[in-house]
């Protein structure tokens, strides 16, 4: 699968932005889907995760009653909404597929890059404060 986030930005504190994830390949409805992030100088970190379904959904803690992840197979599309943007929240943000069916069943696993492939290029996100 390949993939290109989109819907990056400049945005003060507070605000929102929804980033989209598409995905070309007939099997993406097949796979996990997360959302990660890379500040410059950091380690690239887990914001979020989504089942094949869509119904399963994972956030690193500070996600948590901010963002939501979501899908739309029908569109081979995976979304994060961002609300309540802080400063700290600026980044690249990337999306990426899981590699396995076991991909999202630990904290440990669905947290990993390792765990995801088909990194393309990331998106842009500027908070201001």
């Known amino acids: 699968v390949q993939l290109q986030a989109s819907g990056g930005g400049l945005v003060q504190a507070g605000g929102s932005l929804r980033l989209s994830c598409a995905a070309s390949?007939?099997?993406?409805?097949?796979?996990?889907m997360g959302w990660f992030r890379q500040a410059p100088g950091k380690e690239r970190e887990f914001v979020a995760a989504?089942?094949?379904?869509?119904?399963?959904?994972y956030y690193e803690d500070s996600a948590k009653g901010r963002f939501t992840i979501s899908r739309d197979n029908a569109k081979n599309t995976v979304y994060l909404q961002m609300n309540s943007l802080k400063p700290e929240d600026a980044a690249v943000y990337y999306c990426?597929?899981?590699?396995?069916?076991?991909?999202?069943?630990?904290?440990?696993?669905?947290?990993?890059?390792?765990?995801?492939?088909?990194w393309g290029q990331g998106t842009l996100v500027t908070v201001s404060s």
């Open positions: 990426a597929a899981g590699t396995s069916t076991s991909t999202l069943l630990s904290l440990r696993a669905r947290s990993s890059p390792g765990s995801y492939y088909g």
């Open positions: 390949g007939r099997t993406f409805s097949s796979y996990a």
């Open positions: 989504v089942s094949w379904s869509g119904v399963r959904t």
